[in-house]
């Protein structure tokens, strides 16, 4: 057995995206030493990858905006099944954290005034979206390590070493938890480059890892989102909610093939894009659904005065949230009516003049320019739906980020609950900043007020090495990709956009199957940045996930945001109320079990008109709301 | 329409290496990327690259493509020759560490070495007003990926190992520009510049604007501004009499 390198932390951070970032400068701030551990290079991590922008209620384009309108929003888009408390603190702090970066050194667009400038999105009532052309992300990520980068320099100035307090191990993949006596007391895994393994000790981490989308063979997410946060979290025995939501973003490149699930950003639709079939027909005036009938424009000539007319016109349908979309082209493709590469089509070139174009949409062009030899100015996009983001995760605590166990916190896209059955666009990266610093916060604080620090057990870091290890020992098994690949079609045919119980059931057994394959996998060669070993460790976490998001599936048998079973096409209202919570079962099984949604505060449910709630609620769970309480003294 | 590639591929370490050549299928419509993890995929599964995005976003996928600095995901297999031989090797001025991958390490330290942004004193949070034209400029440079290409190919340091420690190289030279720029950022920031990150060393030669996927304008409108800036300081009668007056140590800069 070689030497395992060795670190000690207040806080460690698994994830270098939004999230992990602002977790990290929170528990710094706090005075904690802090260690930021991803797979890829700082800056690469999904974060850098957001287009369209980030929502924060600061009413700068449209003043009527404010908290409770962002907090209905939310809810209305996850179908009130969010967990209300996280979109509450999601919807106040939203604004503080983006006026934050501003000090940071970030520079959105501005409006006339100077103030930040806020862009329409699908479901967000007014103008909500900071953003920075459709490259948000990237400022977001940039200005979050440049602010790492300042906190640094004044560790550097008072202790001549940058890395005093705040360390970033970059390619550097976690593979286990540890815990002693119950609590987390570390964190092992292995550097990319050399192969080397490396042990955190450490009795509070923050998970950041992002998504899952790798599961899937169509997908906007890169290698890296295997789950693996999902996976450490479960196997460190905390708990999973609501993995059967998972977003479908309705508009990706469908052609050429090689980049076929490449996002094409929702600011083309919230810019005036259109989407149109094979005959030439907008056709998601035939697509709104009654619960959204009152806040979209059922005529063409209502969207577009929207644009200009907000206050006296409905939004255009393009612009429902992402679930609605998805399965509307996913409906038109299905009816023949389709593009010729099985997409629809979106465009944006006979809705305005290409120099307004070049300048809001940018990346929009060149990405279509040299990918696929579009040129969006003067022709239709084609699109179609492709996974993008996971609504389920962690199940947290929603002040303090931490999960049911001790020490291990989780924010942003794998901590669940927020974003309900569906995320609204824009709220990802707002949800990083507000839970990340809760998160960062949450553990500092779980760290003031431990005695002892646990130690690490030797045993338990041997067996992650020799776990780590197995693919090399493997004889006769297959390669790691050939059973990644297998598992993605699965996903993806069985566990995709529109679900069957007994397609779901099959998954499920070819899961099984899939176990004990990835159990067996071999790797050829070295150690030395080996993409395949690494796949082959990843694949591990991508099949508990799996079996999550499958088990989930068949279980909720309705329709719901992120989750639609063709077999149980209505929204249940006796499903609002029911969480599937997930554990680990052994190595590579799960177990789920059904657990009552907490109430809203009255105070919240207020903000919504009685009829509203109706579409959504059961009546015994409306008692409370204040028209309900003041129609019983009427009665009565 | 598919057809088969002659990919000439460079695998190795930090000690030895050498060009290795691969037959491979390649489909309509791919990319560079496209063709290396079909590779890994199906006749070399340890053959190390960096990727995330695929889409030109992220920055992880430069390479020397035919000896030419590019984004491995944003270079069409259509504008090669289908006949001739395609050479892939990774970026030449950091050290290998596996096949594609290098070691970027240089540009983080120097990331590090400039001076953050400096928040105006007694501006709240919310309270920051610019406007659009003025941020624009510094918008520019913030579009930068940190593809490391301009890094790469500048000649300061291609070959120059010796002025890697002198030098921040075009990339950071441009973060130096962007700060000062910043309509905002309070800091004074053109000595520095020349005298800690060798913007003196840069002689204009745009190899860095050529290689940028962004379509940066690094030279044009950053380097050689920065310039400017920094020659109209060093002759400004007061700043110039200032600095001789009050000339500090750096110890109790
Ligand atoms: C193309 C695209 C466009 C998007 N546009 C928008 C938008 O406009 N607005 C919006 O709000 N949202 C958008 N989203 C969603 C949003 O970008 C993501 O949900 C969000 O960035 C996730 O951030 P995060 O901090 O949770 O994790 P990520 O940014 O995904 O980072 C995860 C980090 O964890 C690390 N990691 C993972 N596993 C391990 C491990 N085992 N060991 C060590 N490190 C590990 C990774 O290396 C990485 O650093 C978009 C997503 C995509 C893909
Ligand atoms: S312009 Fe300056 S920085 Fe750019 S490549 Fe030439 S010498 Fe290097
Ligand atoms: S300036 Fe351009 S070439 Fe240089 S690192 Fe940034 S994106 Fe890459
Ligand atoms: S993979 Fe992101 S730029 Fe090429």
């Known amino acids: ?636 | 329409m598919s057809y088969t590639a002659h990919f000439r591929v460079w695998r190795g370490d930090s000690n030895k290496g050498e060009l290795v050549d691969y037959n491979v299928e390649v489909n309509e419509g791919e990319v560079v990327l496209d063709v290396i993890h079909r590779l890994q995929q199906t006749q070399t599964g340890d053959l190390a690259v960096r990727w995330n995005c695929k889409a030109g976003k992220c920055g992880s996928c430069g390479a020397e493509i035919n000896g030419r600095p590019r984004l491995m995901c944003m270079t069409r297999m259509s504008i090669f020759d289908k006949s001739e031989a395609l050479t892939v090797t990774p970026m030449r001025t950091f050290p290998v560490i596996r096949d594609l991958v290098t070691d970027v390490e240089f540009n983080y330290q120097k990331a590090r070495e400039i001076p953050a942004f400096a928040p105006p004193a007694g501006v709240a949070p919310g309270e920051y007003r610019m406007e659009q034209v003025d941020v624009e400029r510094s918008q520019e440079f913030r579009k930068c990926i940190e593809c490391y290409l301009c890094q790469n190919v500048c000649h300061v340091v291609r070959d120059h190992e010796e002025n890697k420690p002198a030098f921040a190289g075009p990339r950071f030279l441009m973060r130096i520009a962007e700060l000062d720029m910043h309509p905002l950022d309070a800091a004074d920031r053109k000595r520095a510049a020349q005298e800690e990150h060798g913007l003196g060393y840069c002689n204009i030669t745009k190899c860095c604007t050529e290689v940028c996927p962004e379509h940066i304008k690094i030279t044009d409108n950053a380097l050689i501004p920065l310039k400017e800036r920094v020659v109209d300081r060093k002759y400004d009668p007061l700043v110039w009499l200032g600095s001789k007056i009050f000339k500090r140590t750096p110890a109790n800069a």
């Open chain 1, 1 to 636: 057995m070689s030497e395992i390198e060795r670190h000690s932390y207040d806080v460690v951070v698994i994830g270098a995206g939004g999230a992990g970032l602002r977790a990290a400068i929170e528990a710094r701030a706090r005075g904690k030493r802090t260690a930021i551990i991803s797979k890829s290079l700082l800056g690469k991590a999904h974060t850098v990858m957001a287009e369209g922008g980030c929502a924060a209620s600061m009413g700068n384009v449209n003043s009527n905006d404010n908290w409770m309108v962002h907090f209905r929003d939310t809810m209305r888009g996850g179908k009130f099944f969010n967990n209300w408390r996280m979109a509450e603190l999601h919807a106040k702090e939203a604004p503080d954290r983006v006026w934050e970066l501003e000090t940071y050194g970030a520079l959105f667009d501005r409006t006339k005034d100077g103030k930040i400038s806020q862009r329409n999105f699908g479901g967000h009532t007014y103008p909500r979206l900071a953003h920075v052309g459709d490259r948000t992300g990237l400022e977001l990520i940039r200005t979050l390590q440049q602010k790492i980068v300042s906190l640094q320099q004044e560790d550097f100035k008072a202790t001549g070493d940058y890395e005093s307090n705040i360390k970033v191990f970059h390619e550097c993949t976690i593979t286990d938890l540890l815990k002693t006596d119950g609590v987390i007391s570390g964190a092992f895994g292995y550097w990319r480059g050399t192969g080397g393994f490396i042990l955190f000790e450490a009795p509070a981490v923050v998970l950041a890892t992002g998504g899952i989308g790798k599961l899937f063979k169509t997908t906007t997410n890169s290698w890296e989102y295997t789950g693996d946060g999902h996976a450490l979290a479960l196997r460190a025995g905390a708990t999973l909610i609501n993995m059967e939501f998972i977003q479908f973003h309705p508009t990706a490149m469908v052609w050429p093939p090689s980049v076929k699930g490449i996002l094409v950003t929702e600011s083309v639709r919230g810019d005036g894009g259109v989407l149109t079939n094979s005959e030439g027909k907008r056709f998601m005036f035939d697509y709104i659904p009654d619960v959204f009938k009152e806040q979209y424009a059922t005529t063409a000539e209502e969207s577009d005065r929207w644009y200009t007319d907000p206050d006296n016109n409905r939004r255009p349908p393009e612009l429902l949230p992402r679930d609605e979309v998805a399965r509307a082209i996913n409906s038109e493709v299905k009816a023949g009516r389709g593009s010729p590469h099985g997409g629809v089509f979106l465009d944006v070139s006979s809705r305005m003049p290409a120099e307004v174009i070049l300048k809001k949409l940018p990346s929009m062009y060149h990405q279509f320019k040299v990918l696929a030899d579009v040129d969006i100015t003067k022709e239709p996009m084609q699109v179609g739906p492709t996974c993008h983001y996971v609504m389920g995760g962690v199940e947290v605590e929603p002040d303090t980020a931490s999960s049911n166990i001790s020490g291990l916190f989780a924010a942003g896209e794998v901590a669940g609950g927020m974003h309900g059955s569906n995320r609204l666009g824009g709220n990802s990266l707002s949800d990083l900043l507000v839970f990340g610093r809760r998160a960062g916060l949450g553990a500092a604080n779980y760290v003031d007020g431990l005695g002892a620090r646990p130690a690490v057990n030797e045993a338990d870091a041997r067996a992650a090495e020799t776990r780590a290890l197995l693919p090399f020992k493997n004889e006769g098994g297959e390669n790691a990709y050939t059973v990644h690949l297998e598992l993605q079609q699965t996903m993806n045919d069985l566990v995709g956009i529109i679900r069957k119980g007994e397609e779901i059931e099959l998954a499920l057994k070819k899961l099984e199957d899939l176990a004990i394959r990835t159990r067996q996998v071999v790797v050829e060669g070295h150690r030395e940045f080996n993409p395949g070993w690494h796949l082959a460790l990843d694949l591990r976490n991508m099949l508990l996930v799996s079996m999550c998001v499958a088990k989930a599936a068949l279980e909720r048998v309705e329709s719901r945001g992120g989750h639609t079973r063709d077999d149980y096409p209505v929204m249940d209202s006796d499903w609002r109320h029911v969480l599937l919570v997930l554990s680990a079962r052994g190595e590579d099984d799960v177990r789920l079990r059904r657990q009552e949604q907490v109430p809203m505060r009255p105070d919240l449910l207020d903000l919504f008109e009685l009829d509203e709630l109706k579409k959504y609620y059961t009546g015994e769970e409306l008692g409370g709301h204040r028209a309900g309480t003041a129609g019983e003294s009427d009665t009565a």
